[in-house]
């Protein structure tokens, strides 16, 4: 699913304008994408979390020359579904 089949899907059942429904997830999209980029925690109760984890740098090799290199720190997005998801992805 891309962000235009979002988009469609709210303008079919919401009955938005596609401008208005753009608007809509494009702002969403914002918001959860400032809050992580300052570190905090996205819940989406019934869906999931989205949780940054910090990976400290730690040491490498090059595949190709074998050369030891130092792969730099980051932090690194990771997302945990809820129970009602995996329920509904895996019913009994």
Do not use: C, W
């Not at 753009?22 to 905090?40: M, N, P, Q």
């Not at 490498?60 to 074998?66: I, K, L």
């Amino acid at each position: 699913m891309t962000k235009a089949d979002i988009v469609e899907r709210i303008y079919e059942k919401v009955g938005f304008s596609k401008k208005e429904a753009t608007d809509v997830v494009e702002s969403i999209f914002e918001i959860i994408k400032a809050h992580l980029e300052r570190g905090e925690k996205i819940k989406i109760s019934g869906f999931g979390n989205f949780v940054l984890n910090t990976k400290r740098p730690r040491k490498g090799r090059n595949p190709q020359t074998g050369e030891e290199i130092v792969i730099s720190g980051r932090r690194v997005l990771s997302f945990k579904p809820s129970p009602v998801l995996k329920k509904a992805i895996n019913p009994l």
